[in-house]
């Protein structure tokens, strides 16, 4: 018999937020995967999860793959976690859950913490229909990325970095227009958890004047649709 590889989400910021069955998961695990085996001890320490802890991360995923193929074709059953929500969500996950689908492995992925999805939601932007654009190219490709963004009319989701956000916050001003509404979340789930909401220029300002400091999401509302010709037609 198979094993079964399991993506197993991780709190974000409070630890509470780990589900039931995330736990009985992690703990009915023969080896939990870990992008940082630092950062995952403390939460299977406050759970109680003793299981075997091994890294895997974007640096040795590729040379690691195939071995723990072979430990799930033996019948074991492997846990996947990065340092925080969703591995795969911009965190290492992707490369092993293909490995695992195309050998005929059951990737069984539970539902559960991520930072994009709270962000989003929060925001008062619209979020019923989104894209998700995760950590921007810090240099080539970055300004054609944005431009090819400009026209788009769903909600935009991006990941940034504290050192990085007022250039970014820049360039959107830059590329979609001042007045674009935006909502930038900031330590979801943890104690000085906030959002900023404004329109760009606004919410530029406030990182301009307060250094930022922590995890950031940002939400950019998408451009404003044309009427559908019927719509048009009626007000005529």
Known sequence: MKGKLYIVPTPVGNLEDMSFRAVSVLKDADLILAEDTRTSSVLLRHYGITGQ???HHKFNEHQSTDRIKEI????KNVALVSDAGTPGISDP???LSRACAEEGIEVIT????TACIPALVSSGLPCDRFCFEGFLPQKKGRTALLQSLSGESRTMVFYESPY?????LEQFVEVFGAERRCSVAREISKIHEEHCRGTLAEVLEHFRETEPKGEFVIVLAGAEREPRAEHRNKYK
Do not use: W
């Not at 799930?72 to 019948?75: E, Q, R």
């Not at 539970?110 to 913490?113: D, I, R, S, V």
């Not at 990085?164 to 970014?168: A, D, E, N, S, W």
């Open 53 to 55: 802890l091994q890294s």
């Open 72 to 75: 799930i074709l033996a019948g």
């Open 93 to 95: 996950g992707f490369f």
């Open 110 to 113: 539970l539902p559960g913490a």
């Open 164 to 168: 990085r956000l007022v250039r970014t």
